[in-house]
């Protein structure tokens, strides 16, 4: 190829082109002439190295390092960084050795090119030879992410030149950076690249359909480009009238990849594709931000059901955004997204944007391999994963593989904990999947999981936007056999199998061991025990203790003193033995009429009983009940669930119904706990009175800094208006926990 210059043809160097593009960019923020000097000298290196080399491209070899750091470059990459990139093939390619390597760039950057030569030879399939090289690259990953950058563009140059190769290692390629690079750049938050890859391994994958859409997108970007170009104007005119005046708007069409995806999935036709269009508005900091979408809110229609806060809520993966789709009045639909710089920064490099290299600030690769851990939550995750392997939980290499697999490059969902904190865990995620991620201590001790305030079978999976708390016992571990059919992660898997492998043996032991020391001492005292379940259910009603297996485990493993079980054993008999004709008196006084009273219960068979609403759990209308006899002072009526009655002799409970149609009305007690604001008292009055529920007493429970605990106190008619009312205060933006208590 030849190039005009002064009406003279010189030939074109397509080497020195590149080599002065990537000082360009990287000019642009490396000021520093040590780290200058030494990218050059990396350049000259592995020019001298890969001397004479050709690509199957037919160009030098040179051609393609350079281009991986001009990747890199764009992504503002340390300098060891781009070092590592110019010279990733020279210690499989040349004869350069790691130690000369070493002396001539220094350690850190010959470390980063070691590191990347044994991913190249990583072949991601399911041959055991190759797993293990998989594992690698994770765990490389783990100690040096700059590592996996280098690859990544390396991965990009390779299928930016797929063309050369022959059909079936096209599409071998390109479904390998589907399944692999695809959603890794996409944890990584590198959205440029990401889509670059996605549209280059559809190109081979699928011609047919990539040309399609990329035509019907040409097509419908042509239609509307003048609408697009009218609004952006519109919106530029309505910011400065408003008084918004940093900012910067551009319009966009979605990649060819992600439209495909939608039409697969949505199973619709590319006309059903509305956000298809997008405009992203730049500004100065986060008020703008939200001062913006209302003024789009006010000038544009908003379809429902498609605004998206990630500014509020950011993905797993730091992305933060306003999204929403709108209307204009031509009939066009557009979405808007609306952030920061920084943000923007964040959206087009991912974490590659917290590994860019500042002039005049100290860099340190251990604190950046820190930020990152401390601000990706998968990141943590692959961190567990590695030191799982490294104690070996994980018999087999290709577990690790999987786990990677299917707990970080699979499809997620995104829950909060109590205090509003978002946890990104793979789709079909139980509460047993959040317990132990969260910590592998609360996983052990889990007992109950309580999902949007209510209690919730382990079995769920949770869903986008799930409120997850978890309930655990205090003084030992709960795991069950029964929880590995309802877990998703492998790291819950592994960590579940380990306890009860370690334990198995030893609860049979602890089961002979109690059932030795209660015979012995039974036997001591002369006390005949036959075991009924009830006397499992009255003398251990909120234990763990479900049979007389489990009763003699915790003997043996003294969490119970054999004295105190006993004592339960000689009053439980005694019971069995004494004369009852005392209760069966104050039973005989109460039979043959049905008693209805002021508070709307009746109980067959009493008669002129007194019956009260018991104080601790303030039963109302239409839930279950039960009656508890008390001598002198009538008949209280407890909720099934409250937490005293497992505490009270069973013989003296009777059944208890409600009144059919009663119009009376109950007081109950709600405990709400939020982030506190100026409005958040008044939010909550606000949301009874449109509900037509009277508020009997608010009450600050405590309040510390931005945390406040309140009791409401309300009078409901039936047990539907509290659930209602309990569901409509959890949709209130700063409340993240409510539930019904007891006094």
Request: with cysteine; aromatic share 10%; net charge positive.
């Amino acid at each position: 190829m030849m190039v005009e210059n002064n009406n003279k043809k010189i030939p074109y160097n397509q080497e020195e082109f590149l080599y002065q593009e990537l000082m360009k960019k990287i000019h642009k923020y490396i000021d520093c002439p040590n780290f200058l000097d030494r990218i050059q000298q990396a350049y000259i290196l592995a020019k001298q190295k890969h001397a004479n080399q050709k690509r199957i491209t037919g160009e030098d070899f040179i051609i393609h390092p350079l281009n991986i750091a001009i990747i890199l470059a764009e992504l503002q990459s340390e300098p060891h960084t781009i070092m590592a990139g110019l010279l990733h093939d020279s210690l499989e390619d040349t004869d350069l050795t790691f130690e000369e390597l070493k002396q001539h760039m220094g350690e850190d950057v010959a470390s980063i090119v070691e590191k990347t030569t044994k991913l190249n030879k990583i072949v991601f399939n399911k041959n055991q030879a190759q797993i293990e090289n998989q594992q690698k690259m994770f765990l490389a990953m783990a100690m040096d992410i700059r590592v996996v950058l280098v690859k990544i563009a390396d991965r990009l140059h390779n299928m930016q030149t797929l063309q050369i190769m022959h059909l079936e290692k096209q599409i071998n390629i390109s479904n390998e950076t589907l399944a692999i690079y695809v959603p890794l750049t996409h944890r990584l938050g590198l959205f440029q690249i990401k889509s670059q890859l996605e549209d280059l391994a559809l190109r081979y994958t699928n011609p047919h359909e990539y040309y399609r859409i990329a035509h019907l997108i040409r097509k419908k970007t042509n239609e509307k480009e003048k609408s697009i170009d009218f609004i952006i104007k519109n919106i530029e005119r309505l910011f400065y009238k408003t008084g918004i005046q940093n900012f910067h708007i551009n319009g966009r069409s979605k990649n060819i990849y992600s439209t495909y995806k939608k039409l697969k999935q949505r199973n619709v036709f590319f006309e059903e594709i509305f956000d298809l269009l997008a405009i992203r508005i730049i500004v100065d900091n986060i008020d703008a931000c939200y001062q913006c979408l209302g003024i789009i809110h006010a000038n544009y229609s908003p379809l429902p059901n498609r605004f998206k806060d990630y500014i509020a809520v950011p993905k797993a993966n730091l992305y933060q955004s306003l999204h929403n789709t709108v209307l204009s009045k031509d009939g066009t639909i557009f979405e808007i997204q609306i952030r920061t710089k920084e943000m923007d920064d964040i959206a087009e490099k991912g974490i590659a944007s917290h590994w860019s290299y500042k002039e005049n600030k100290i860099y340190s690769k251990k604190h950046k391999q820190l930020e990152i851990l401390q601000k990706l939550r998968w990141f943590k995750e692959l961190i567990k994963l590695t030191k799982v392997t490294e104690n070996n939980f994980l018999t087999h290499s290709h577990n690790f593989v999987n786990a990677i697999k299917n707990d970080i490059l699979s499809e997620n969902v995104y829950v909060f904990t109590p205090k509003r904190e978002v946890l990104e865990l793979p789709k079909g995620s139980t509460p047993i999947d959040f317990a132990f991620r969260v910590h592998s201590d609360i996983g052990y001790r889990m007992n109950a999981a309580i999902v949007n305030c209510k209690i919730t079978p382990l079995s769920y999976q949770l869903q986008n936007g799930d409120i997850i708390s978890i309930r655990t016992t205090k003084n030992w571990f709960n795991v069950k056999k029964e929880w590995l059919k309802n877990v998703r992660t492998s790291y819950a898997k592994k960590i579940i199998k380990k306890y009860l492998n370690q334990h198995s043996k030893k609860k049979s032991d602890l089961i002979q061991m109690g059932k030795k020391i209660l015979d012995k001492e039974l036997q001591q005292q002369k006390i005949e025990f036959v075991v009924k379940t009830h006397f499992i259910e009255n003398y251990f009603p909120q234990s763990e203790i479900q049979n007389l297996n489990e009763l003699y485990e915790y003997i043996g493993s003294k969490k119970i003193n054999c004295q105190i079980v006993v004592k339960k054993i000689i009053h439980f008999n005694n019971k069995q033995i004494q004369n009852k004709n005392s209760e069966q008196k104050t039973l005989e006084k109460y039979k043959q009429i049905v008693h209805e009273n002021s508070i709307g219960v009746f109980i067959e068979g009493l008669t002129q009983t007194k019956l009260k609403l018991a104080n601790c759990c303030l039963p109302v209308f239409d839930e279950k009940i039960i009656g508890f006899i008390s001598k002198g002072k009538g008949i209280s009526i407890h909720r099934n669930q409250c937490i005293n009655i497992q505490n009270y002799d069973w013989n003296k409970m009777v059944p208890a119904r409600w009144y059919p149609n009663n119009k009376l009305k109950y007081a109950s007690l709600i405990f709400i706990v939020g982030y506190y604001n100026a409005t958040l008292l008044a939010d909550i009055t606000n949301k009874t009175k449109t509900m037509g529920i009277n508020v009997l007493n608010l009450k600050i429970l405590t309040q510390k800094l931005t945390q406040i605990n309140i009791c409401l106190k309300v009078l409901v008619n039936n047990i539907q208006e509290i659930n209602m009312l309990i569901e409509n205060l959890s949709k209130l933006l700063n409340i993240y926990k409510i539930y019904r208590g007891f006094n």
